[in-house]
Structure formats: structure tokens, C-alpha cells
């Protein structure tokens, strides 16, 4: 299991990478050389974009990363010393720190999509602007992901090589993605 939520996260990294390449080309063409955009409301549309997509994305494995980051921890407490990489524990870390982050802003967004009007549907202006919010707050915590997740598929390919055996996935509950990100349950 851990080995197929591993190529998910590939994929995730592969796509971070693409979006964020597509947005600097963007903002490249439609800035001045200040940085300002030539057209702000078409600007402010392109960012909405590259937050939604990015979101989307990780959302394939946000489900699974809370026992991702719980497995390579495991795995590098078991790793030779000598073979481990200094960024690792650091980068853990920022993973840990970005996926709570992201957590708490999926359970604020829960709770106001909830306390929506019954009209707010997905296409409304209601609806579709405090999703947005929730992405551009995202965004940093994405990219986070984006840049240091990488660590996860290394500690793994390391353990897989290692001459006894070592954990390849943490032991426990299996983690439904409806329950992910809301209050009870998560562990913090």
C-alpha cells in the first residue's frame, strides 16, 4: 500500500511542478518588469487556477499523508545512521507542519461550506469565492509539499535497500477519505 500511495505522491510532485512551471510562465508574460500584472482580474483568475489545480492534485494522497509521514519517520529511526540524508528529519518536519496546516484549513472550509446558504453550490459566486480563499491559503503549504516530498520516496527507496528488514508501511487504521481533515480522529 505505502509503495502505491509513494506513486501517487510522484505524481503529485510531477504535476506541483508543471502547474508551478505554467503559472511563472504566466506571470512572466503578464507582469511588468515590477512584477505588476498588465490585467489584475485576468491575473487573480490564472493564480485562482494554479491554487485549485494544485490543490487537486495533492488532494489524491492528502488522505494518506498523515500514515506517509508516519511510515518514513518509522523508517528513518531504523536506517543506519551513516546513510541518512541530514535534511530528512528537517524536511519531515516541514511536511508535518505544512500537512496540519492544510488540515486545519480543510476543516475551516467543512465548517463554512456548511454554514453556507442552501443555494451556495459549486458555479456560485458564495460558494465558489470561499473555496477559492481556502486554496489561496493553501498554496504555501502546497508548495511545501511540492518541494520537500521528494524526502518521503528517497527514506523509502533507502529502506527497501537496507540488509534488514525495515518497516515499509506504519501500522494502522486504514484512513477513508471523507474523514480526512475534519476535527475527531486526527491525530495532531
Not at 489524491?60 to 540524508?85: D, G
Not at 480563499?133 to 527514506?155: K, P, V
Not at 527497501?160 to 486504514?174: C, D, F, H, N, Q
Request: glycine share 4%; net charge negative; hydrophobic share 40%.
Amino acid at each position: 500500500m505505502h509503495g502505491l500511495l509513494l506513486r501517487q505522491l510522484e505524481l503529485f510532485l510531477m504535476e506541483s511542478r508543471e502547474i508551478l512551471a505554467a503559472w511563472d510562465a504566466y506571470s512572466d508574460e503578464h507582469t511588468d518588469p515590477d512584477g505588476w500584472p498588465h490585467d489584475p482580474l485576468s491575473y487573480g483568475r490564472q493564480m485562482m487556477r494554479r491554487d485549485a489545480d494544485t490543490w487537486r492534485s495533492f488532494n489524491r494522497i492528502r488522505y494518506a499523508a498523515r500514515q506517509m509521514l508516519a511510515t518514513a519517520e518509522v523508517q528513518v529511526q531504523q536506517l543506519n545512521p551513516a546513510c541518512i540524508q541530514t535534511r530528512w528529519p528537517w524536511q519531515l518536519s516541514e511536511l508535518t507542519t505544512a500537512l496540519s496546516q492544510l488540515e486545519q484549513l480543510q476543516d475551516e472550509w467543512l465548517d463554512t461550506r456548511e454554514a453556507l446558504t442552501r443555494t451556495a453550490m459549486p458555479g456560485t459566486e458564495e460558494f465558489d469565492d470561499t473555496l477559492a480563499e481556502r486554496n489561496e491559503e493553501a498554496w504555501s503549504s502546497l508548495d511545501t509539499w511540492s518541494a520537500q516530498g521528494r524526502a518521503l520516496i528517497e527514506i523509502h527507496a533507502l529502506a527497501l535497500t537496507a540488509p534488514s528488514p525495515i518497516l515499509t508501511s506504519a501500522p494502522g487504521p486504514t484512513i477513508s477519505p471523507t474523514g480526512v481533515g475534519r476535527k475527531a480522529g486526527r491525530r495532531r
